[in-house]
């Protein structure tokens, strides 16, 4: 499990005071990011090797601004050339959403998926939930 900490800022609540359901989905952009570095070290926009599929959420519990948010990112599926992940928001140690992304790894040039490294599967496999077990 990879795990980021965010400070919920003003702008992001709504006018009921929550937490815009549209912010959910930045906060697990970020932190999928240790992912993306998994692919590209360096972060290199100008090689960027994944594209995004498709992406779910499912709001379980409001959000509110003043505390802070833990995202917590996991590896629920592998497949020869995509990934999935499953993440969570918790707040006050409630869970308030969670969601999954698929994610390829994509050459651009010749706009197909390629096979995920052997290398880069081991480390997304420490990363692995069974959703089953869940």
């Not at 601004?65 to 599926?77: F, L, N």
């Amino acid at each position: 499990m990879l795990t980021e900490n965010f400070k919920v800022r003003f702008y992001e609540t709504d006018g009921l005071a929550h937490v815009s359901n549209t912010v959910v989905v930045g906060w697990f952009e970020a932190g999928r990011e240790p992912i993306f570095k998994m692919f590209t070290p360096e972060l290199d926009l100008t090689n960027w090797p994944l594209i995004l599929a498709s992406y779910k959420v499912d709001f379980v519990s409001q959000i509110f601004y003043g505390q802070e948010v833990e995202i917590r990112t996991y590896v629920s599926r592998i497949g020869n050339s995509s990934f999935e992940t499953y993440q969570q928001v918790w707040q006050q140690n409630k869970l308030c959403a969670e969601g999954t992304a698929t994610l390829v790894r994509f050459d651009y040039g010749s706009q197909k998926a390629v096979a995920i490294e052997p290398a880069i599967r081991e480390q997304l496999m420490s990363h692995y939930i069974d959703l089953s077990k869940k």
